[in-house]
């Protein structure tokens, strides 16, 4: 089975990445090449929502990582939801994920950003 | 039926061409030959038919002396004898063809009161002699006599058959006889004679003679022919002659038939085939006839008919020749392209092929060369393609060879005091990868021991793998604990690393002489413990990060106590998640299984029959990431 990409950049400054499939080594290069796209747009937070991801290899969780070093470097944040126990598991083991950055939750987590979006209106004001 | 191109151009256009202009032809061709067969017999009738009025004008002329003279008797039943000498003497006079006339009298109503029939004929040329042929006693009303019995029978004047009047000198005559009454009673007839041969020559010139004339009596008997001989002479014996029974049953269905015709048969006298064209001569009763030779009527239709046939022959044939021949050059560059395809089919990829024009086949020869031109370049382009992965694949064997070199031993016991076993397997998914493992005893007495798995796989899992395991080497010359181990390697790794390549490993450091076992875990799977009884426990270590994405990060270390005959089982995700055909892993479930199994086996049997048990489980399914096991086993301080 292949990776399945939806991304959702309705919700500015946010990207929100629909994942679903497997994310392995095969799988992992077409993701990267999108993150990069999406990076270029400088958002303040780029969202996985892995509810239809049924397997991450390491490939999978470097290029995670990767998208989460290159928007701590821009100040933005990485944010994952809806993780199935298998790969929440795999996170676990590598251990590399800030606890903050992973919700249970699409409710937890739209708190959270409109959080960010109001503190970010507030700063800029 | 398989026809090649040429035959089906053939068969398709020239043969229907050939067909349809041919039967045109031969019918433009029999038309001709029928209007000219046509036109030439009615000719050839008209020609008849006017012979035959021209004879029964003759033949009327003279009659009607014999009825002229007839009539005058009957107004004049009491002229004397003498006078009729003067009228059959003038009768004679009158025309040139007349021979004889005569006026024959019933003897008992005859002035003499017997046989009387005043007679005059051409002595000679220019003599013409007068008697009564009844004086001598000569019985004129005798049954032989035609040209007394007929006009009695019949009651009007008629022309007897041709007779040989054996009396008069020998010669075939015809005679006129009209009768003449007295009070209503036919008492005598007056009749003039006609000399066959006089007849003959007056009608035949040299035309009758070259298309064979004939007239036909009512009684089959020649009244004269070509042949002069044939005077007189019946149809049966000419039959008879040249033995063809059929001459006397034409004759029969000419005079039969009493109207203009003609018939068809072989010839009579000739080998050819003749045409036959009749027609009536009324007054007689006889049939006029032409015999003529089919060449010579026919000679010069047939000839043209005969030439036109030649020239369309020709016609035709000259078209089948054009036709091959263009054909012929259509085809002959399909048979070169054959040809030539067959060449670059055998490898032959110099064929070029030479194309001038821009019809249908100079376009498919260009192809033709395009496509050669394109095959020599892309086999080319394969041939590179393949020595260059072939390079690669010979690096990447180089490669492997050097990775696994750096790696100590698959296997290892403690040669001197035999207190541990090690043995372990590594299997990259691809040529190379990113599992490492490592073992070494310290100078302080420990056995340390490093599993590691580097995100990813290939090649630039290894690049990383190299880097990884070169740090391990040289940080591991010193005498330090592997949670110390861990945060130097942490801090190396991130540095230099945008593609956030990382490692998840396993340190332990066993103290040989006493079974304490410090651990440290970077993100990596949990080591398991064999107990020398065969029970399983996980070890619990509190994980730090996968090495190479937090800087700065402690690992923290813990503490077990192995008793003699415990092995460890550390392991990467290559066995943990072996997949079956059905995408389902292994697990740590299989692992706990296989190494139940095998739990007081050596580490090297150990270690075999974990693989043998993955293998058999992924049951050929493409091995989806490296794999790595290591055991060992400790035996114990036997010092």
Redesign the interface.
């Known amino acids: 089975?292949s990776l399945m990409i939806n991304l959702d950049a309705s919700r500015v400054p946010f990207q929100r990445f629909s994942l679903g499939g497997r994310l392995?080594?095969t799988t992992?290069p077409e993701l990267e090449k999108k993150i990069d796209e999406v990076l270029a747009a400088k958002p303040l937070a780029m969202v996985f929502d892995m509810a239809e991801l049924e397997y991450i290899?390491?490939?999978g969780?470097?290029a995670i990582?990767?998208a989460?070093?290159a928007m701590h470097a821009a100040n933005g944040e990485v944010l994952m939801v809806n993780m199935q126990p298998a790969v929440q598991k795999v996170f676990?083991?590598?251990?590399?994920l800030p606890l903050k950055s992973v919700f249970r939750s699409v409710e937890e987590l739209d708190e959270y950003l409109d959080a960010m979006q109001s503190k970010v209106r507030e700063e800029g004001r | 039926m398989h026809l090649n191109l040429r035959g089906k151009i053939f068969a398709y256009v020239a043969l229907p061409v050939v067909l349809i202009l041919g039967g045109v032809e031969a019918l433009r061709l029999q038309q001709l030959a029928d209007e000219a067969t046509a036109s030439t017999i009615d000719r050839e009738e008209t020609s008849v038919e006017r012979e035959a009025r021209a004879l029964n004008a003759k033949l009327r002329e003279v009659a009607r002396i014999a009825l002229d003279t007839a009539n005058f008797l009957e107004l004049h039943p009491d002229i004397e004898p003498p006078r009729l000498f003067d009228l059959v003497r003038r009768n004679v006079a009158a025309d040139r063809l007349v021979y004889g006339a005569a006026i024959a009298f019933l003897p008992s109503a005859s002035p003499t009161g017997g046989l009387f029939s005043p007679y005059a004929f051409r002595k000679s040329v220019d003599e013409i002699a007068v008697m009564d042929i009844g004086r001598d006693g000569y019985d004129y009303t005798a049954a032989r006599w035609q040209w007394w019995q007929r006009p009695f029978e019949r009651g009007y004047g008629v022309w007897t058959d041709a007779y040989l009047d054996e009396g008069a000198g020998n010669v075939w005559m015809v005679t006129f006889s009209a009768p003449f009454r007295r009070d209503g009673i036919p008492i005598g007839v007056a009749t003039v004679d006609v000399e066959l041969p006089t007849l003959r020559a007056l009608l035949f010139n040299a035309e009758a003679q070259r298309r064979k004339l004939f007239v036909l009596g009512a009684d089959l008997r020649m009244v004269f022919a070509h042949d002069s001989a044939d005077i007189g002479t019946p149809l049966q014996t000419i039959a008879e002659r040249s033995g063809r029974s059929d001459i006397l049953a034409l004759g029969r269905k000419m005079l039969a038939k009493a109207a203009l015709g003609h018939t068809v048969a072989a010839g009579w006298d000739s080998p050819d085939r003749q045409w036959i064209f009749y027609a009536p001569v009324v007054s007689a009763g006889w049939v006029l006839g032409l015999r003529v030779d089919e060449r010579r009527v026919f000679g010069a239709v047939r000839a043209q008919a005969a030439d036109a046939a030649v020239g369309l022959v020709v016609t035709l044939a000259l078209i089948a020749l054009g036709v091959i021949f263009v054909t012929r050059r259509i085809t002959a560059p399909l048979a070169r392209l054959t040809a030539a395809a067959q060449r670059v089919a055998q490898g032959d990829m110099s064929v070029e092929l030479k194309s001038t024009g821009d019809d249908e086949i100079a376009r498919l020869s260009r192809s033709f060369n395009h496509m050669a031109q394109a095959i020599v370049e892309r086999e080319q382009a394969l041939v590179a393609e393949t020595a260059a992965r072939e390079k690669i694949e010979t690096e990447l064997a180089l490669a492997k060879e050097l990775q696994r070199s750096m790696l100590p031993p698959a296997q290892a016991h403690d040669a001197a005091f035999g207190r541990y076993d090690v043995a372990a397997v590594l299997e990259p998914a691809r040529a190379v990868g990113g599992d490492f493992f490592d073992y070494v005893v310290t100078s302080d007495g420990r056995l340390m021991f490093v599993i590691a798995?580097?995100?990813?796989?290939?090649v630039p899992a290894a690049l990383f793998m190299v880097r990884a395991h070169t740090l391990l080497r040289s940080l591991a010359q010193a005498p330090v604990s592997p949670s110390a181990l861990l945060a130097t390697m942490n801090n190396a790794l991130c540095a230099d690393n945008?593609?956030?390549?990382?490692v998840?490993l396993a340190c332990g450091a066993l103290e040989l002489a006493g079974g304490r076992l410090e651990l440290a875990n970077a993100?990596?799977?949990p080591a398991l413990r064999v107990r020398a009884d065969g029970r399983l426990e996980w070890l619990a270590v509190d994980?730090?990060?996968?090495l190479g994405?937090?800087e700065n990060t402690p690992y923290p270390r813990a503490e077990f106590r192995l008793e003699a005959g415990d092995a460890l089982v550390l392991y990467t995700?290559g066995v943990s998640?072996a997949f079956d055909p059905e995408?389902r892993a292994f697990g740590r479930d299989g692992l706990e299984i296989a190494v139940r199994a095998q739990a007081r086996a050596s580490a090297l049997d150990l270690c075999a029959g974990v693989i043998a048990e993955v293998r058999r489980f992924t049951a050929g399914a493409e091995q989806?990431?490296d794999l790595t096991l290591l055991v060992l086993r400790w035996h114990g301080a036997r010092s």
Do not use: W, Y
């Open positions: 089975m392995d080594t992992a290899s390491s490939a969780l470097r990582f990767r989460q070093k676990d083991i590598v251990k590399a | 798995d580097v995100s990813d796989k290939g945008d593609r956030c390549m990382f998840t993100g990596h799977e994980n730090g990060p996968a994405l937090i995700d998640e995408k989806s990431d």
